[in-house]
């Protein structure tokens, strides 16, 4: 048997995403031997592999795997980094309840903004990313504002100049658009979704969560319907998630700090 590299690494990430891709009913071999171009032995090979380790699982109709119970426990634990998870989601599920609104929490990963909890209140709205774990773009949405709002200019310009193309034809988001965004943010404490972008229907704030040196751990925000939204209710929004993101740093001390 060969020894496991960095193309066995590969082929079988490759395999959990096709059978993420694949939802409820599950992958079969011929998914995988299309989305992959490997033999039916090595399929084989590799998903028993992932199946002993349990990152797949027999799905309910014969020969369909479903993704196992151990990415679970593996995603929980990548989405608690500093114990910030277990910090927002009481505050973000008393958010939800109390104002009624979509409330999220957003960290920063590479050239991305990755969700890593969301709490749905009495009218929940739309947004970029469907649930825990969606990921967009830096530059869409009000949290990758926040995000990018505190890195160094020289790495901001980088990342939009590598996304510059997507954000414009997937968002109908400009460069221009995220670096006056950034600016609103400066002055104003909190960041606005960019106008023009896919969901006009729905507006949002956010607030970056700031560690004592200033460093972003991440970002609160909150997706609201437009045509219920006033002036009171954003200024009672934006409150509590201030509040809300100043209490997680008082109550984590020092476990909020970046290595």
Known sequence: MPQPGP??????????????????????????????????????????????????????????????????VLGAQ??????????????????????GDSFYLFA??????VCLEVQNGEYPVGSFVRATGGRVPLGVGQASIALMAYLEPAERRTILQHSQAQLKSDYRISAQDVED??????????????EGSQLPEYGGLAVPILDHSGHPLGALSCSLLKSRTTEEHLAE???????????????AHSLLYLE
């Open 78 to 99: 990548a989405g608690n980094g500093s114990g910030l998870r277990d910090l927002a989601r009481p505050r973000l599920l008393s958010l939800a309840q109390r104002l």
């Open 181 to 194: 965004e950034i600016a609103f943010l400066h002055q104003h404490g909190y960041a606005r979704g960019v």
């Open 7 to 72: 193309s066995t690494l590969h082929r079988a990430m490759q395999l959990l995403q096709i059978t993420a891709a694949c939802g409820y009913r599950g992958a079969g071999i011929d998914d995988y031997m299309d989305g992959t171009g490997l033999s039916r032995p090595t399929a084989y090979r590799l998903l028993k592999g992932l199946r002993s380790q349990g990152f797949l699982r027999n799905g309910p109709i014969r020969g369909r795997y479903l993704l196992g119970y151990e990415l679970l």
């Open 108 to 113: 920063r990963d590479g050239i991305h903004a």
């Open 237 to 251: 929004v934006l409150d509590a998630m201030r509040d809300a993101a100043r209490d997680m740093v008082k109550e």
